[in-house]
């Protein structure tokens, strides 16, 4: 990890936020880039000097393209940008279900697209898929779809644009900003539901899954692996 440069999109909150804590912890440099130049001030404040911060909006092809044309070279790219959200199939509106996409499906399409050319050969990409891919929930129709298609994608680039590896991590429910503006009560009545069933018996924390994404950037004999960072989630 020492010296090598990785690229978070999506590292100014949650778990991309923490995997670039502990890759910067091992010697790495980090380039963290997303939507709000808030949270990525916060965010490099909290990182270092090791970390350099871009404004980028994944769903806007035209800047994923430029945004790897100023980063240059580098060695891993993570992808844990996005902003999700749910509802019942038949009141969704339609509109809602193809933003998700647009923003998760999409944004990490382009990403890998532009973003694959720049890596060195012993380079990786982790690409972000989701517990309700392999266990449906009702209210998720348009997610696990988004998640099935990222995994499937993220297989396919293993194939592809080998000897670069391609891995996929899905996270299970993982107490993050993402819920942020869920009431306090609602969340913390969620999470303990979630965790009573959860063989593990808690949700995640963020370092739970950046421990993850660090073995798939580390183990340079897996590719093509759909990593479970979910408590044992998909079994239930
Ligand atoms: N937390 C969970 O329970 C859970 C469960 C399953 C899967 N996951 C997946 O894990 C990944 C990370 O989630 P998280 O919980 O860490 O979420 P988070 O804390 O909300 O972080 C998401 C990050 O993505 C950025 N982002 C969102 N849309 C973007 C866009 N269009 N372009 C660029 N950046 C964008 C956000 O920053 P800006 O707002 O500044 O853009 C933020 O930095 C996501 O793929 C999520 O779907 C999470």
Redesign the pocket.
Known sequence: MKNQKIVI?????????ETAKQVISLGAEVVI????ED??HKAKEMLGPRAAAYV????DEQQVKSFFEQVGGYDHLVI?????SGGSFLQLETDQARKLFE??FW?QYYAAKYGAPKLSAQGSITL?S??VAYKPMIGSSALGAVNAAVSNLGQTLALELAPIRVNIVS????D????SKMPENARNQFYDTVANKLPVKRVGH?ED?AQGVLYLIQNHFVTGTILHVDGGHSLT
């Open positions: 999109i999506g590292g100014s909150s949650g778990i991309g936020l880039a997303s939507r709000s949270k990525l980028l909006d994944t769903t844990s940008a996005a902003e999700t923003n998760k944004g972000f989701g517990v996270p299970g429910i993982i993050t900003p993402s819920r963020p899954v």
